[in-house]
């Protein structure tokens, strides 16, 4: 019902800057979150940024202040600014979306993730 597309990740030198975006499509379903998260080789899964519907943020401790997350709810779009990028910020980003779905007799929460998108960062 709910499918992500992500791009805008890529090869990038330290200091540099990458923007992420994330589009969500179908139909029969609302948003509340909208977030990314991201997985290095032998890492567990980590949250990055996220955003609620009414307005609420929420950042790792070791990208606040250079990550921005933004969304347009109208295109059901999210998004991730990332600047002054570090070697440690290489991994495969994930976007990941939540809310209701109610396409169905009766409404459920869900929970969908992207395909992922390769950031790496190196000189």
């Known amino acids: 019902q709910v499918q992500l597309v992500e791009s805008g990740g890529g090869l990038v030198q330290p200091g540099g800057s990458l923007r992420l975006t994330c589009a969500a499509s179908?139909?029969?379903?609302?948003?509340?979150?909208m977030g990314w998260y991201r997985q290095a080789p032998g890492k567990e899964r980590e949250l990055v940024a996220r955003?609620?519907?009414?307005?609420?943020?929420s950042y790792s401790d070791s990208v606040k202040g250079r990550f921005t997350i933004s969304r347009d709810n109208a295109k059901k779009t999210v998004y991730l600014q990332m600047n002054s990028l570090k070697s440690e910020d290489t991994a495969v980003y994930y976007c990941n979306v939540e809310g209701k779905d109610y396409s169905g007799t009766f409404y459920k929460d869900f929970s969908s993730w992207g395909q992922g998108t390769q950031v790496t960062v190196s000189s």
């Open positions: 955003s609620l519907s009414y307005g609420s943020t």
């Open positions: 179908g139909s029969g379903f609302s948003i509340n979150a």
